[in-house]
């Protein structure tokens, strides 16, 4: 089992930053992938930002640029900086965290983020 536990969400105005996090524990497998998604009202859940557990990174284009994920390993914490956030941002966030053996897919449940214009 691996429980994951978002933080940070919360009301800003268009341009300012935001930072999110996501507490891991659990059997986390040493290759993995762990991501944010968003799902904003009436929309489909999509990919926003993935990081794999060798460094690597990927980032939806309507992010690039402006959102960053990081991990700490010592505090067990996936963030994702959002910087000169847009109305269009608004949703909630989930973080997401896979095996590279595709064994375990978990998810958790979410943070919103609203942005005003």
């Known amino acids: 089992q691996v429980q994951l536990v978002e933080s940070g969400g919360g009301l800003v105005q268009a341009g300012e930053s935001l930072r999110l996090s996501c507490a891991f524990s659990g059997s986390i497998f040493s290759g993995n992938i762990m991501g944010w998604y968003r799902q904003a009202p009436g929309k489909q859940r999509e990919l926003v930002a993935t990081r794999t557990s060798g460094g690597s990174t990927n980032y939806a284009d309507s992010v690039r640029g402006r959102f960053t994920i990081s991990k700490d390993n010592a505090k067990n914490t996936v963030y994702l900086q959002m910087n000169s956030l847009k109305p269009e941002d608004t949703a ?6 896979i095996n590279t053996r595709a064994t375990q897919d978990y998810w958790g449940k979410g943070t919103l983020v609203t942005v005003s214009s």
């Open 92 to 97: 909630v966030y989930y973080c997401r965290y």
